[in-house]
Each structure stands twice: as C-alpha cells, then as structure tokens.
C-alpha cells in the first residue's frame, strides 16, 4: 500500500502541474513514455541503486529520454532517481491516468471474452457499459477462453458477468439443490 500512495501523491502533483500549463494529455504521454524507457532493468536498476551518483542517474534519463519529453517531466523523473524510487514511474502514470479519467468523466472497463471482439461488437459493449454507468467508458478487452462464451466486464468495483461459464455453475447449483 505505501508503494500505492506515494506513486498517488507523486500522480496528483504532475496532474496539478499539467492543469496549471494546460498540458494534461502531453504529461500523460510523458509519462507513459518514462514508463516504458523503465521497462529496461538495467536502467531502472540504474536509477534505483542507492549507491549510484545523481550525476550518472541524471546523464542516464537524458540519454534515454533526450527532449522527448517535457523537462518537468524529465524533472520529475530526476527527482524519484534521486529518492531512489524510479520504480514508482508506472504506478504514477497509472494514478495519473486515473485522475484523468476522474477529470474528465470517463471510466475504464476491463472486458473479458472468449473471442476477440471485432469493433463493432465493441462498440456495442462500449455502449451497454455507457448506459450501464451513466457516463463515459473506455474499454480493454482480453481474450480468455475458459469463459466459453458471452463475457465479462469490470468498472470500477462492479463486475457485470454475463459469462456462459458463469450460466452453467449457476445452472449446476440449481440442478444440484432440485
């Protein structure tokens, strides 16, 4: 939980600042850009190690980063690489999303099917997860055999399970108590 909050508190700083400078879909790039230079264990060990000068952390993240991104983000950076907790960039970026989404109205939903969705039928589920929350939703979908057919979908702290495995335990139970 500490590696929740602090990547929050790190989160809703950026987003203060990015509101400030109108700058809020550029700080999220940004972000997910920093995240994903950090997919290399080798510089995130780098950035990490309490033991390595903030001159090299800081000629690391301006070699991997360059002027790709914003240099209060570069900063940003900088400053968990000094803290030693550059291993917080993701969760960051993730907290910082999700105070996006809270800005602007938009939920995320978590779909799980059988087969792919073609993007007609995820419009359609896009739709019925509109209605279903009353406002804004993007969705994610992943394939996941085991369900059999129909799917699953999470927003938020609500599942809506529309799974055929799910059908057949019910039915089972049913058939079981008759």
């Known amino acids: ?14 987003f203060q600042i990015a509101l400030e400078r109108d700058a809020l ?9 920093m995240s994903a230079a950090l997919s290399d264990p080798d510089l995130l060990g780098l950035l990490d190690a309490p033991h390595a000068r903030m001159s090299r952390k800081t000629d690391a993240i301006t070699a991997v980063l360059g002027d790709t991104v914003d240099p209060l983000a570069a900063n940003l950076l900088g400053l968990l690489a000094s803290k030693n ?13 999700a105070l996006l989404d809270a800005q602007r ?30 406002g804004d939703v993007e969705i994610s979908s992943t394939v996941e055999p085991a369900i ?5 979908a999470r927003v938020g702290d609500r599942v ?3 799974s055929t495995r799910s059908k057949l335990e019910e039915l089972r139970r049913q058939v079981g108590r008759g």
């Open 1 to 14: 939980m500490p590696r929740r909050a602090s990547a929050r508190r790190f989160a809703q700083a950026a």
């Open 25 to 33: 879909d550029d700080w999220a790039g940004d972000l997910g850009a």
């Open 85 to 97: 907790l550059a291993h917080l960039t993701s969760g960051v970026a993730d907290e910082y999303v």
């Open 105 to 134: 109205g938009v939920e995320r939903a978590d779909v799980v099917t059988a087969v792919e969705l073609n993007d007609a039928q995820a419009a359609r589920v896009k739709e019925v997860l509109r209605r279903v929350v009353g």
């Open 148 to 152: 059999i057919g129909g799917m699953v």
């Open 160 to 162: 809506i399970d529309g």
